[in-house]
C-alpha cells in the first residue's frame, strides 16, 4: 500500500479548505481538524486507506460546496480522483444543510447506528476533536451551558457508534469525562 494518495488527499483537503478558519481564537486553519480527525484514526490502529482518505475529506461536502450542483462536482471530483468508495464513507458522515440545525443533529443521532464501520468510527474521532476543541478552544461565542449541550449531543451520536475499535470508545469516554469535569469546574 502505498501512502502517496493519503498525502494526495492532504493537499486536496487543504486547497479546498484554504480560506475557511476554526470557529476559536487564533485563525487556525480549517484543515488542522481533518488532520487531528484522521491522525487520531491512525494512532488507533486504523489503517484502512479509504477510511483515513475520507477523514480527510469528512467535511469537504458539507464546508466547501453549496447546492446540489457544487455537491455532485465535488462528488464526481472525489470519486474519479480517488474512490467511490471513499466518496461513499464522506457522504454517509455529511449532514444535509438545507436542513435546520436542530433536525440535523436529530437526525444525526438516528441516523448513525445505521451507518458502514468505517463511517461509524469516522464519526466518533471527529466528535473526540470536537470535544477536545471545546475545552482547549472553544467557539468564541459559546456559553458554557451551549458546549455541555454539544457534549450531551455527541455522546448520543456516539452511543449509535460503539463496539468497533474498543481504544476509540474508551478514548471518547475519557474526553467526555475530562471535558465534562473542566465545564462543571468554570
Ligand atoms: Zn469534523
Redesign the pocket.
Known amino acids: 500500500m502505498s501512502d502517496y494518495i493519503i498525502f494526495e488527499a492532504l493537499a486536496f483537503a487543504a486547497e479546498r479548505h484554504k480560506n475557511q478558519t476554526r470557529k476559536g481564537e487564533g485563525n487556525i486553519p480549517y484543515i488542522n481538524?481533518?488532520i487531528a480527525?484522521t491522525r487520531l484514526l491512525s494512532k488507533f490502529g486504523e489503517t484502512n486507506q479509504d477510511l483515513l482518505v475520507a477523514a480527510l475529506f469528512?467535511?469537504l461536502i458539507e464546508d466547501t460546496a453549496k447546492g446540489k450542483k457544487e455537491i455532485k462536482e465535488l462528488s464526481d471530483l472525489i470519486r474519479d480522483k480517488f474512490s467511490e468508495n471513499v466518496l461513499n464513507i464522506v457522504l454517509e458522515v455529511s449532514d444535509d444543510k438545507s436542513l435546520p440545525v436542530e433536525e440535523r443533529k436529530h437526525l444525526q443521532i438516528i441516523h448513525t447506528p445505521k451507518l458502514s464501520s468505517l463511517a461509524k468510527k469516522l464519526k466518533i474521532a471527529?466528535k473526540i476533536?470536537?470535544l477536545i476543541d471545546i475545552k482547549d478552544n472553544p467557539p468564541k461565542d459559546w456559553t458554557v451551558e451551549r458546549k455541555l449541550n454539544y457534549l450531551n449531543w455527541a455522546k448520543q451520536v456516539v452511543n449509535g457508534a460503539r463496539g468497533l475499535n474498543k481504544e476509540l470508545d474508551q478514548y471518547f469516554d475519557q474526553v467526555y469525562e475530562e471535558v465534562y469535569r473542566f465545564l462543571k469546574s468554570t
Open positions: 481538524h481533518p480527525v469528512h467535511d471527529d476533536c470536537n
